[in-house]
């Protein structure tokens, strides 16, 4: 199941950066999120106001792993916050993306998949080439039983 779970993001991402140029620099940011979950963040911008992230946190101690996947679809609206007295934008961003998460121990592995809302603000500096972002995404489980949840997180990534 894991397995599954790791070519099917791998698919997504690849699918997302099909057709990419490299001609901006600054179209990829990697990081770190604190939060539900804790773990890695990379955000791919398509366009000024369209961007896609995917994050994965994991956990390994006995006697139990668990294993923390979500792609997300972002739009992103400069004209909420105005923040002149800074040179850099601060976006509203919202969207909607997919979740998966597994739990594994010696007896049993439980794998959960469903849908999250993110929304959330995002600064990006102008003079250095580093973001923060806070988030909530509420989120409805759908398999293998219906669920709601609620992941939060502040981040910051590094553009590249």
Not at 47 to 73: C, I, Q, R
Not at 119 to 125: H, K, L, M, P, S
Request: aromatic share 16%.
């Amino acid at each position: 199941m894991l397995k599954k779970i790791v070519f099917s993001i791998i698919l997504i991402v690849s699918a997302c950066g099909y057709g990419i140029t490299g001609d901006n620099p600054k179209d990829w940011a990697l990081g770190v999120v604190i939060g539900e979950p804790t773990g890695i963040s990379l955000k791919y911008w398509h366009s000024e106001n369209v961007g896609f992230a995917l994050s994965t946190a994991w956990t390994v101690s006995e006697p139990m792993t668990k294993l923390y996947l979500h792609f997300d679809y972002l739009k992103h609206n400069y004209k909420i916050f105005d923040v002149k007295e800074f040179t850099g934008k601060l976006p509203l961003y919202y969207g909607v993306g997919f979740i998966a998460n597994t739990e594994s121990t010696a007896v049993r592995q439980t794998s959960k998949f469903g849908l999250r809302i993110p929304i959330g603000v995002e600064y990006i500096f102008k003079e250095i080439p580093f973001d923060f972002f806070a988030e909530i995404c509420p989120g409805f489980i759908l398999s293998p039983s219906t669920e709601i949840t609620l992941g939060t997180g502040l981040g910051i990534r590094f553009f590249f």
